[in-house]
């Protein structure tokens, strides 16, 4: 494949092209609407609690790979579906594959949350 040259319009364009993929996530996907509601109460729930500088990127750090795991998920369900629209066990493995990524950043991340967070609940209860 030839190299392309430098463009800033062609960099750009990739940005619209991604901006439209996230709108695109949000308006087909169930989960993705899931988690970002978990990320706003996360986000809610930080503002709350003032949590620290560091806890934030933690906190930004889990919402960024459970969307960015969910829209990979999408990108390889719709890729399977296309290749595949019949039953095949070897495309119903590798959407398994994708959902349990998914499943596996989003215990992480309730992991982090956890950790950050019910301390700071059961100070203010205790």
């Known amino acids: 494949m030839e190299k392309q040259p430098f463009s800033w319009k062609k960099r750009l364009r990739s940005f619209r ?46 919402i960024g790979g459970v969307l960015a795991a969910e829209a990979l998920n999408s990108a390889v369900e719709a890729l399977c579906d296309k290749v595949s629209p ?11 594959f994708a959902a349990a990524g998914v499943l596996l950043t989003a215990f992480g991340a309730a992991a982090a949350g956890l950790l950050i967070f019910l301390p700071k609940l059961i100070a203010l209860i205790a």
């Not at 996907?29 to 934030?56: C, D, F, K, P, Q």
């Not at 019949?86 to 398994?96: S, V, Y």
């Open 17 to 62: 092209y991604a901006f439209k993929g996230i709108a695109s996530l949000f308006v087909s996907e169930h989960n993705a609407r899931i988690h970002a509601a978990a990320a706003v109460a996360a986000v809610a729930l930080g503002i709350w609690l003032r949590i620290s500088t560091t806890e934030w990127a933690v906190v930004a750090l889990c």
């Open 86 to 96: 019949g039953f095949d066990p070897l495309i119903g493995r590798a959407k398994d």
